[in-house]
């Protein structure tokens, strides 16, 4: 299995800036594809961005030109790089790793961004 630990995450006023990390341990090597996930108050979870071993990446209409998935493979870390925030990216995100027999979870981490 693989463990998720993600930081990072904050109060930003609109407009500013954060970047989310997360730290992937186990068995990494099973790993296929990395991803952002974040869930707000009465809301369903949802994808923001995805980064596959291959280096393909794909995110959510929403946060495309603003929010950037990137790799450091001698850290074992993903990050999120999130710029020009809105009061709408306002949820706990959370890091996802998937391998062909799983799925696993990070704890989430708190993105507040104040208009």
């Known amino acids: 299995q693989v463990q998720l630990v993600e930081s990072g995450g904050g109060l930003v006023q609109a407009g500013g800036s954060l970047r989310l990390s997360c730290a992937a341990s186990?068995?990494?090597?099973?790993?296929?594809?990395m991803g952002w996930y974040r869930q707000a108050p009465g809301k369903q979870r949802e994808l923001v961005a995805q980064?596959?071993?291959?280096?393909?990446?794909m995110y959510a209409d929403s946060v495309k030109g603003r929010f950037t998935i990137s790799r450091d493979n001698a850290k074992n870390t993903v990050y999120l790089q999130m710029n020009s925030l809105k009061p709408e990216d306002t949820a706990a995100y959370y890091c996802?790793?998937?391998?062909?027999?799983?799925?696993?979870w990070g704890q989430g981490t708190q993105v507040t961004v104040s208009s």
């Open positions: 186990g068995s990494i090597n099973r790993i296929n594809a």
């Open positions: 996802n790793a998937r391998g062909f027999t799983y799925s696993s």
């Open positions: 980064l596959t071993n291959a280096g393909s990446t």
